[in-house]
């Protein structure tokens, strides 16, 4: 709102702190420190409060743990958000990768690797680019899921071609890449195309059924 308030697009502002306007909404939803927030509130020339918004937080719609994606032997569970975003848990997604990792966090500490990195930067994905859309995942409430553990983050399903892409490219290239890594990437890769993965979410999760009644 602060933005319309003073006649300045996000893209505006992007240009005026040197950064992609993906990566703007990332810092003005809150993911980031509070010196580049001052950043941002100093070169719009208000008070820091006024750039710091509340975090929208979606919904599951159709999905869960126990409706998984199925990739040869690999599982990922899927799910399709309240305004039609298909999305793959972080978990979810490190697991088929073959990460032995428990942590959240790695899956975004394993992009910002380099060749990683570099590779999804180059794969043009909207306005923005794959590694901007990786490191800004989607908050949302899985559905039919109690508890502290009920709030997730995911990311966009087409993104984890994007990641498999990236991982077989750098073991091509001679990175240090783990051979799991590259296997199980080279399985994603092939049993599914980049414009075929939402509609085996949608099989997976029962959102096609909704469709077709919809229909």
Not at 52 to 67: C, M, P, Q
Not at 192 to 212: C, M, N, Q, S
């Amino acid at each position: 709102e602060v933005l319309s308030n003073i006649k300045i697009t996000q893209k505006e502002l992007a240009g005026k702190i040197g950064m992609s306007e993906v990566g703007v909404s990332k810092l003005i939803n809150g993911t980031t420190t509070k010196a580049t927030l001052e950043k941002i509130a100093n070169a719009l020339g208000v008070d820091i409060s006024d750039v710091i918004i509340e975090e929208k937080v979606y919904k599951a719609k159709f999905g869960s743990d126990k409706t998984p994606l199925h990739l040869n032997a690999l599982e990922l569970p899927c799910y399709v958000l309240e305004d039609g975003t298909r999305v793959f848990s972080g978990r979810g997604i490190q697991k088929s990768i073959g990460a032995t990792s428990v942590s959240g966090s790695w899956l975004s500490r394993f992009v910002c690797t380099e060749p990683i990195k570099g590779f999804l930067t180059e794969i043009k994905s909207g306005d923005s680019n794959a590694f901007e859309k990786i490191t800004s995942p989607i908050r949302f409430i899985r559905n039919n899921a109690g508890g502290s553990q009920s709030e997730t983050y995911g990311y966009e399903a087409t993104l984890l071609i994007d990641l498999c892409d990236a991982i077989i490219k750098a073991g091509e290239l001679g990175f240090d890449i783990p051979d799991e890594y590259v296997r199980n990437a080279n399985v994603i890769v092939r049993a599914t195309a980049k414009t075929g993965i939402i509609a085996l979410v949608d099989e997976a999760t029962g959102y096609d059924k909704e469709k077709t009644r919809a229909k």
